[in-house]
């Protein structure tokens, strides 16, 4: 039986959620990717709470028109770092979701780092 791209992600995720746990000091920085949008979320695995989250559909980027989706991607990662800062939280725990580490996903990470957030 052939296997999707969509189910090799999965299996990559699970096993990088083995080894990526997000706790109270240092939260988990989730990134989700579809084919118009990406989204981003800080999470507390210890609390299973979302503390910070942001995408492309928030009400800043969705008037954005001129931008391709990887600036838009850095901008996300900016604007969860910036959440990030004014809740206090500094370090976060990158988690890509399987997903590999290049273009949107990646420009969202720098946007991130340049936004303040250490990873």
Excluded at 49 to 75: F, I, N, W, Y
Excluded at 91 to 114: E, M, P, Q, S, T
Aim: aromatic content about 6%; hydrophobic content about 35%.
């Amino acid at each position: 039986m052939p296997t999707s791209k969509e189910t090799i992600r999965l299996r990559r995720k699970l096993s990088i959620r083995q080894r990526v746990q997000g706790t109270t000091a240092r939260p988990r920085l989730s990134v989700f990717r579809s084919d118009k949008h990406i989204y981003a979320q800080v999470i507390d695995d210890s609390t299973s709470k979302t503390l910070v989250s942001a995408s492309t559909l928030g009400k800043e980027l969705a008037k954005v028109d001129d931008k391709t989706k990887r600036e838009l991607a850095e901008l996300v990662g900016a604007q969860v770092a910036k959440a990030c800062l004014a809740q206090g939280i500094t370090k976060v725990v990158f988690d890509r979701n399987g997903y590999i580490y290049h273009g949107r996903i990646k420009a969202l990470a720098d946007g991130a780092r340049a936004g303040g957030l250490d990873f």
